[in-house]
T-cell receptor
Framework: DTAVSQTPKYLVTQMGNDKSIKCEQN?????MYWYKQDSKKFLKIMFS???????INETVPNRFSPKSPDKAHLNLHINSLELGDSAVYFC??????????????FGPGTRLLVL | GIQVEQSPPDLILQEGANSTLRCNFS?????LQWFHQNPWGQLINLFY???GTKQNGRLSATTVATERYSLLYISSSQTTDSGVYFC???????????FGQGTELSVKP
């Protein structure tokens, strides 16, 4: 039973294309997140949603648009992909109410390569 | 914003050796997590430890919140312990985790 799952695991695409990454959690958590890990392995938050409502948008270019159809799913759509978007994208979830006091559980990551 | 610094950046051990990884943070936190990123890229939760001490098998962690640091102890290291160890903290603000730069551990047989 995978707690936080992401699809696809690998994504290779051309510059300028539009792509989506899907995330699902079966933990019953209220909050989901997207993090980006760059080529130097630095991890940084991009977005978080609580019960389908956007809570955190960490100055990410508006080519990135998260969508949460329900609290178990948080998808990431990226328009007009650029070379610099190549990274590993991690989805995470927690039973979070805004105080930051809950354990976050991470998905397996999606490795995006833009050519 | 809050700063998280991990040391050492790299560590090479012989199998069976013990090690201590350190995480310093610049402000009060109400969440601190240690993760292991294995060579396949998976981020594995090790500990949720905003304060106190926890142990799980050969791993243990201690956070001294008043002095703003946390330590991860690995005893009797194994080759499967290789990978990158991350410390991450949160302090309100919707729970966003702020990561340190990681400690890359390599355990040689």
């Amino acid at each position: 039973d995978t707690a936080v799952s992401q699809t696809p695991k690998y994504l290779v695409t051309q510059m300028g294309n539009d792509k989506s990454i899907k995330c699902e959690q079966n933990l019953g958590h209220d909050t989901m997140y997207w993090y980006k890990q760059d080529s130097k392995k630095f991890l940084k938050i991009m977005f978080s949603y609580n019960n389908k409502e956007l809570i955190i948008n960490e100055t990410v270019p508006n080519r990135f648009s998260p969508k949460s159809p329900d609290k178990a799913h948080l998808n990431l759509h990226i328009n007009s992909l650029e070379l610099g978007d190549s990274a590993v994208y991690f989805c995470a979830s927690s039973q979070e109410s805004g105080g930051g006091q809950e354990t976050q559980y991470f998905g397996p990551g999606t490795r995006l390569l833009v050519l | 914003g809050i700063q998280v610094e991990q040391s050492p950046p790299d560590l090479i051990l012989q199998e069976g050796a013990n090690s201590t990884l350190r995480c310093n943070f610049s402000d009060s936190v109400n969440n601190l997590q240690w993760f292991h990123q294995n060579p396949w890229g998976q981020l594995i939760n090790l500990f949720y430890i905003p304060s106190g001490t926890k142990q799980n098998g050969r791993l243990s962690a201690t956070t001294v919140a008043t002095e703003r640091y946390s330590l991860l102890y690995i005893s009797s290291s194994q080759t499967t312990d290789s990978g990158v160890y991350f410390c991450a903290v949160a302090y309100n603000q919707g729970g966003k985790l702020i990561f340190g730069q990681g400690t890359e551990l390599s355990v040689k047989p």
